[in-house]
């Protein structure tokens, strides 16, 4: 994300849906606790991260009946309007009947893939907001410059923080019935690979 549009008073979903459709460029924005973010233009490897874990996690849900949308899709708690986030995850899951609407409030999965940019909201204000969402479970934040990825798991006591750093660990998003090694996710992606052998460490 490029920068913020600082604002004196926070601004609600129905201000961030005006300021958009009046808004003559191609910019993109997302509302994050009342403020709103310009969100950068995606490099390569954001989106062969992005795509490594849409494209099976699409097939995955479209077996299953439930829906995977990669980069398009806003999540905002609710249609009340007087919301303060509007976000755009690059993934987000939802189940049940089709709905057709330009945003969802159920989502069950979101990932967000990192980058210097766009750090301090998706880790920060995002995270705190998608931690906030009664149906969601799984959270996956996923460094571009390295191999790390970081799920987030709901369970009774909480939510759950793991690292992922070792190719041969895996991605899991239980409550979907979904998998994914991290070889995979950085499949083409040149990033630092792990210094040493996780084999050899344990």
Excluded at 167 to 185: K, Q, S, Y
């Amino acid at each position: 994300m490029a920068g913020s549009a600082h604002q004196p008073d926070a601004l609600t979903i129905a201000d961030y849906d005006r300021f958009v459709a009046a808004q003559a460029d191609d910019c993109d924005w997302e509302l994050v606790d009342g403020e709103l973010v310009m969100m950068s233009d995606p490099t390569e490897n954001h989106e062969q991260i992005a795509g490594n874990i849409g494209a099976p996690l699409k097939l995955a849900m479209d077996a299953t009946g439930c829906r995977s949308y990669q980069g398009g899709m806003r999540v905002q708690r609710s249609d009340d309007s007087r919301g303060r986030d509007k976000t755009r995850p690059d993934i987000v899951v939802r189940c049940g009947p089709r709905q057709n609407r330009t945003a969802v409030t159920d989502p069950l999965v979101v990932v967000e893939v990192l980058s210097p940019s766009t750090m301090d909201h998706d880790r920060g204000g995002k995270l705190k907001f998608y931690k906030s969402l009664p149906t969601l479970r799984h959270i996956a934040l996923v460094y571009q410059d390295q191999m790390q990825v970081e799920p987030y798991e709901r369970t009774d006591e909480g939510w759950r923080l793991d690292v992922l750093t070792a190719p041969d660990e895996t991605l899991r998003f239980d409550a979907v019935g979904f998998e994914i090694e991290v070889e995979r996710v950085y499949f083409d992606v040149p990033v630092l690979r792990p210094i040493t052998d996780r084999g050899e460490a344990r």
